[in-house]
Structures are given as C-alpha cells and as structure tokens.
C-alpha cells in the first residue's frame, strides 16, 4: 500500500474518490452523446436533401456541395465515437487501478471477520473489478448511452408524418417490454451460473492448497464430484438462460426488421397519398433504424449490464462496510511492549457463541506468558485477536494503551512479529520473507536468523538467502519452514513476539535454538506470547495462563501452575492438558 493508512478505511475513501472524479467524465460523456446522436441525424437529412432537392432540381454542384457536407460531419462522428471509446476504456482501467489494492485489503478483511459484510466477501473481488472494467471498456455502454435519445429520432419521424412517429412509438414500447421482459427471465439464473462457478473454483482451490492428503486419502475423485455437481448446475442452467436470452434476442431483431418494413410501407402509402416526399419516405425509415438501434443492441448487451451491476454491486459492499474502522489512525511511538487484554470478547461468524469470553490479563513490557489449554479452548484465536488480525466483539487488546486495531499497517510490520499455527510463507527470496516485504536490512536479516538457529540452514539453500520461496516455501521440510517463519516474527525492530505453537514442526536442535531464541528475546526486553503443549516450553515463560473453553481461568508462575496441571506420568511423555505436539 503506499499510503501507510488504515488499510480497511482506505476502502470507503477510494470508493468515494472514484464517486466524486467519475461524475464530471460521465457528464463529459453525456455532452459526447448528444453531439454524436445529432450527427447521426445527417444520413437522413442527407437521403431528404437528395430525393426531394437533388433529384428534382438535377443540380450536380447541389449533390456534390451536400455530399461534403455530409461527408464532413460523417467524419466528426467517427472521431467522437473513437474519442468516446478511448475514454471509457481509460475510466475502466481507472477504476481498477484506484480500487485494486482497497479490494484486495477488504476482501482479505472479510476473511478476518473484520468487514461487517453479509456476502461481501464470497467471489472473487478481482473478478469482479475486471467484469466492471470490461462492461466500460466494451462497446455495451456507449449503446446503452444512445438509448435516451431515441425521442429525438421518433420525434424527427414524428415531425415528416405524425403517423410515422407513431408507429416508431408503438415499436419502441415493443422493444423495451422485450427487453424487460428478458431481464426478469434470465437475471435471477446468471446469478445462479455464477455462484455454481464460484463454488466449483472454491472446491478445486482446496484441493490444491491440500494436493498431498488428496492423492494420499484418494479424494479425488469425491471432490471432482463436488465440483463436477457444481459445475453441472450451472452449466444446465447457463444453457436454460442462453436459451431463454437468444430466443429475446431473435425476437428483437425480429421486431426491428418488421418495424423497417411497415415504415417503409407506411411511409410509401403516405406518399403515395401527397403527404409526404418520397425522401421523407426513405428519412423516416433510416430514423427509425437509429431509434431502434441501441435498443436492440440493449438487449443482447444486457446481460453485460446485469453482470456488471452486480459486480459493482459485490464491490461497493465490500468497500462500503470498510467504513467501521477509524481512518488514518495516528502514527504512534515505538511501543515499549505492555500488553493488556480487556475483557474480549469474540462471538463465531454467526454470532452463534462465543469463541473467547471476557478475556483480560495483562502482560508486562519484555516479560513472557505461556497460553496452554485444551484443543479449541481459543488460544490460537486468542493469539489473532492479540496481533489485530481478529477483531473483537467486545474489549479490547492494547499495545502501550493504543489499541491493536488502530495500530498502522506499518508499524504493525515493524513491531509486531507472529508466528501463525501451519506456517505459511509467502512466495519470495529468504531475505525478503524474513524481512517481511520491507527493504530488508541485511545485518538485521542475518541476526534474526541466527537467533532462531536457522542460518546455517538458509547458507545451505542453493543461493542462500537469495533463494527464492516458491508456493509458500513448499519445496523446505515444515520444521525449516517453522525455522524462517520464527525468524520472520522476530526479525528487526518487533516489541511484540505472538508464537503459536512455534515448536510443533521443529527437531531436537530446532527446539535448542527456540530456547536460546526465548532467551535472547526476554535479553532484549521484547514481549512474548507463545502458545504451547510442552511444559518445557511453558517453564521457561515468567507467567503461564490456562485457557478453558474460551476463558483464561488460571494465571500464575509456571511452576506452580504447571504443577497443578501436570499428569504424573513418565517425564519423556509429559504434556499439559491438550496432548503432545
Ligand atoms: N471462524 C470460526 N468459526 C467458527 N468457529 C471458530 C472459528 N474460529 C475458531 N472457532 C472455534 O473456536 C474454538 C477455539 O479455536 P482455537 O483454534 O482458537 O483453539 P485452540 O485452543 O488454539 O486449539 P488447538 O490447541 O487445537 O490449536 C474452536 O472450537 C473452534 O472451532
């Protein structure tokens, strides 16, 4: 992000930006209309001046003086549209590249629970934008924008017969009812096909993200089928709307070419009559060629608009509920590392139950707690809401009083150092991985690396720490991801050291270097939260909290809470409650 602001209020800011600048281009666009609406006028107006005054008169320097004429505006009109279509695509690419990243921090907000959004975070955003950008940069708007000029043309036949512009009204009325009519046809089932896409995407990318337990439990073929269901209930419902959108879509050329012929008709019966000119004739048939036009481009173009429209829709929403959080929030000072938790509070997704309940203790700054528990008791989720990954329903975590959640993205990345459950890297070389993306300092990159022990196994690397991470780190065993991943949380400047379950991957000699690494923390006076199911590793912490059921029910020295909880059971086989990692 390159404005080190909340990364979630920079959503509604930027949706209000593209707001408040598109209005004036489209405005721009709208005067852009009109101009090329009244060229489209001279073809017939043209057609008129060459039957009623060239063909009579049989002046040829007439015809050549109006051809020009014509010719000249004909060539006003193409440099319009180009200039209309070049700027449509440029609003398009505008509007993606302004939202782009506000997307991709809400849209991973929306994951964290931290986007109050009911479905603003399903699909996929980026899809999304891309549909936008597509429908403005395609020829659908600009036919679309034609459609409220249609009067001028009725009108015009209007003016050459009353009857004409009657019969253009009756089929105009035709047309929409047509166009109106499909929209409630095949709206509800283009939704339907994208949300079977969605779930068949959903299921095949975790399959992959698991590929390893797929072909070793052989969930294959189970998951194929999901997917293939998935799949197989949109594509039978695309046919369904495909079907039910060309059968609208035949029907409104249909319409178009027998409204040409009963112009015509009409238009040769009334001069026949006397009450026209036979190029009024041939005017109002071209004039109404044009004001049933973009009608019928509408039509086969509203799919699009409905795609569109619902796609902006996602992203509005997505962006709209990034409103909650405070914009800006001040730069504060290094933190000394104080840690309190007030009375959290985190209820489920679907505000079901709570996954912690009025949690409070408070660490002081350089000192270290052990969390240990049961499984599910909410440790891990305890640790997401301390780092400001979750947000809480209620309470609050406080860094040096300021709360996590206010905290900046960038100071967050400078002080703040986690070490998730199933570590994950991300793809990129050693150095900027442990570096955490910023312009890694080498020194620093080195000290946090011989700190957890793991420098030697990055010199081992084919370029060191240059090597290059692909897929998350998958080509390293998980303890020498774990080795990084440490390296990574206590890399630099961090005050705050979350660890969740640090050891679960690590060997004999990686469990030595954790060790060291714990002590060279507490030397340095950094903050530690770390969760664990060895007592070892719980002993070496200077408080120990237990958590039972989402709630923190004991606090206390190691020893002595560790002594409570301890089974008498041989030592190589001693854990806390929760069982051996
Ligand atoms: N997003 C969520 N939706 C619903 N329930 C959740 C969600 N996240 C966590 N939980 C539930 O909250 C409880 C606590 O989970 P958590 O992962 O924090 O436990 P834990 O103590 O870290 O367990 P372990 O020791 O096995 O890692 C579990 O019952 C879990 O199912």
Redesign the pocket.
Known sequence: MSQPTSKLSSGAKALERVRKEIKPAFWLLAVFSIAINLLLLVPSVYMMQVYDRVLRSAVIETLIYITLMAAAAVAVYAALEAIRLRALARIGEWIEDTLFEPVFAAAMGAEQGLVKASGAGEGTPFNDLRTVRSFLSGPTLPSLCDTPWMPLFLICCAIIHPYLGLLGLVFSILIIALALVNDRMTRPAAEKVAQGHQEAQRVLAEAARNVDSVAAMGLSRPLADRASQANARSTALLGEATDRGTVMIGAGKFLRVVAQICTLALGAALSLEGHITPGGMIASSILLSRALAPLDQAIAAWRGLQQSRSAWGRITKLLEASRVLVEDPIALPAPAGKLTVEGVTLM??GGERP?LAGVSFGVAPGSSLALI?P????????CRVIVGSRAPNRGAVRLDGGDVMLWRDDQRRRYVGYLA?GTELFTGRVRDVIARFDAPDDAKVVEAAKLVGCHDLVLSLPQGYDTVLVNGGAMLSGGQRQRIALARAVYGDTRLVVLD?PNSALDGEGERALVGALAALKERGVTVVL?T?KPALAQLCDRVGV?TA?QLTRMGPPTEILRELVAPVPADVRTVP?GAR
């Not at 499984?375 to 305890?382: C, D, F, H, W, Y």
């Open positions: 489920t997704p996954i528990g499984s599910g008791s909410g440790k891990s989720t305890l459950q379950e969760v199911h958590m989402g929760g």
